[in-house]
């Protein structure tokens, strides 16, 4: 467990992202959301966009058929990207946070993230609707998901309380959050600051990294694993995976969890075997040597 940014909240270390539950029918979502509670990972990651909003009519038709209690785990979903375009605007947040309670059948967000930026974002405007939210007790606690550091800060200024996380793609096949923290001051492409340092500015802001899509290279290529192009990487995750006793997705979770950062981990496999092998990443500790050489395998150099 870990504290989520400046809150009081603990949380569990490793997220279930529920993007893919609107694929599952009503037994195999109960299933999926038990064996993640039974293997200690309360923290359930949605969005308004996740299957139209099937996901989380699934979860929620789920948890009730389980006979969960809503204080048993903790809710985030986000808003902001429509058909063609991202809209930040107070009245979409206000109506997107009501459509969003009502598909999960809660009163209340642990957490509402803002999802990929808005250029026309008027911070006045998001501010008002965090604020009206607020006082109106459906969203406890606010955050971004893929900004940057000014991006962050820009916000920020006209928030009344500190954003509590930021939601970044990362994996050891997708590595610009640490690139150029390794490259300072060299002449090639990993020194290239890409995000405006966010890894470090939400270090120093108390703002908690999630990262989204552990095991991806990116949207166009997908997963590294098995991919042929990705070979070392492969390699070097079934030796750790041996010598450890677990599977290859719980060391590549494991790496995530290893950076000081404290960066929460969001997993989005339906599989519930899948999912109860992920778990067992909090049992382990990667080495400096290790964590180095799962990243340099991926193909990134060191200066």
């Known amino acids: 467990m870990q504290k989520l940014g ?4 603990e949380v569990s270390r490793i997220a279930l992202g529920c993007m893919r ?3 599952l029918e009503a037994s195999a979502a109960q299933v999926v959301v038990k064996t993640a509670l039974e293997n200690g990972i309360t923290f359930f990651d949605h969005a308004d966009i996740y299957g ?4 989380e009519l699934r979860f929620a038709a789920a948890v009730n058929e389980l006979g969960i209690r809503r204080e048993e785990y903790i809710l985030q979903s986000k808003c902001g990207i429509r058909k063609g375009y991202f809209d930040f605007s107070k009245e979409h947040i206000l109506t997107s946070v009501d459509e969003i309670l009502k ?3 809660t009163d209340y967000l642990d957490v509402l993230a803002l999802h990929r930026p808005d250029a026309l974002m008027e911070p006045e405007e998001v501010a008002e609707a965090f604020s009206q939210l607020k006082q109106a007790g459906k969203v406890r606690h606010f955050g971004v998901s893929n900004q940057n550091s000014y991006q962050m800060e820009l916000l920020q200024s006209y928030l009344d ?3 509590v996380v930021n939601q970044l793609q990362f994996s050891p096949a997708h590595t610009p959050l640490i690139d150029m923290g390794l490259h300072v001051n060299m002449k090639e492409d990993g020194a290239t600051v890409r995000d405006g340092g966010v890894l470090d500015y939400c270090r120093l802001k108390g703002v908690t990294v999630q990262a989204w899509s552990p095991f991806l290279i990116d949207l166009q290529r997908g997963i590294f694993v098995d991919h042929p192009d990705y070979a070392n990487l492969n390699q070097t995750i079934e030796r750790l995976a041996a010598q450890y006793h677990v599977s290859r997705e719980a060391i590549v979770v494991a790496w995530i969890l ?8 969001i997993v989005g496999s339906m599989n519930p075997d899948r999912l109860a092998n992920i778990a067992a990443a909090e049992q382990v500790t990667l080495t400096r040597p290790e964590w180095y050489d799962i ?9």
Not at 6 to 9: E, H, V
Not at 258 to 265: E, F, L, N, V
């Open 21 to 23: 539950m609107a694929s």
């Open 258 to 265: 290893r950076h000081p950062a404290k960066i929460q981990t």
């Open 295 to 303: 990243y340099t395998s991926a193909g990134n150099s060191l200066p």
């Open 103 to 105: 598909r999960l059948g």
């Open 52 to 55: 139209g909003g099937e996901s």
């Open 161 to 163: 309380e500190p954003l």
């Open 6 to 9: 400046k809150t009081g909240l």
